[in-house]
């Protein structure tokens, strides 16, 4: 299983650039992936022909009027783990003892 | 104002490193600044020289005992803009007129 | 036309990962795309499927004996422009009125 | 010794940025420190705190004019390694036992 986290921009499109984000979102809600929306990216669950077909179809959505676009893109593949999402998060707030900001 | 997203993992420690993101979550979270943990790294909010002082600190605890590290670290600064750790989420919602999973 | 840089590391494979590097090499080389070998990852160019398909063969590859695998892509993908893997080198290079270190 | 490959762009300021990365660049060139170009970035090599100086040298030069800047960072840290930007190449050719394209 992979999380993939990402973020898409268009170049050119001024410096707000939230309605284009705004509709990939949509995309990603539509994919019925789990995912988790965060103020830097939006991290995917799934295996890696589907969580990279989500970013794809962004993509796809983006250059039809966006003629520049720059995105990035973190994956952390882990065999055999799954409920990651929620998982990893757990693992270190026991390790800590403790509660964190999230 | 600066939100800083960065994940910092040592190389040759084995396949599970929370040990040592636990550690580097300790220093962030006595650091004071408002942060977000994610499942895939710890994002920061403050000027650039407080969040870039908060990763040295991390940097500087984990190369003690780990002789190769990497580190990505994603930068998105506005300025004038406070309050963004928890506003960008926000105005995407706003647009799209419904609740995200985040 | 997009340009896609990635680097892919397995996390529990010890210090070194050079062999596996070079086996992801071995696949970029052979796919026939333009490429570019730097210190920090490869850069390719081609359209976003031949690119993608070039970083999942390498994701398949590593993953045969990593069951933990890192990976960061950067992509700047801009409608109707070819040859940028020299080319953007070149306009800085060109507005700068002198030659840089690449 | 620390690899430390980045890309700074503004956000707003149309579709080509070419200026903007030449002026980062005259900064970098300024610093003495080794460094390489590369179509997606630009890689430093020094300590942490100098690599670091410099990355914020160019965010204080963009912020004068640009509003929203986004900025990547990759970090590849490694104790007691120098001449890196030349050396990780050679290293992967040297197993592969052939000259890769750079």
């Known amino acids: 299983m992979v999380l993939l ?15 284009y984000v705004a509709r990939s979102l949509d995309i990603i809600d539509a994919s019925g992936l789990p995912y988790r929306l965060t103020p830097m990216g939006t991290i995917l669950e799934g295996e890696w022909e589907q969580v990279m077909a989500v970013v794809r179809q962004c993509y796809e959505r983006m250059r039809a009027d966006c003629p520049r676009i720059t995105c990035s893109i973190k994956i952390d593949a882990r065999e055999g783990k799954s ?20």
Not at 6 to 11: G, H, I, K, R, V
Not at 83 to 102: D, F, Y
């Open 83 to 102: 409920g990651r999402l929620a998982g990893k998060i757990a693992s270190v707030e026991q390790r800590l003892g403790r509660e964190l900001r999230k």
């Open 5 to 19: 986290e990402f973020s898409m921009n268009p170049l050119g499109k001024g410096e707000s650039v939230s309605q």
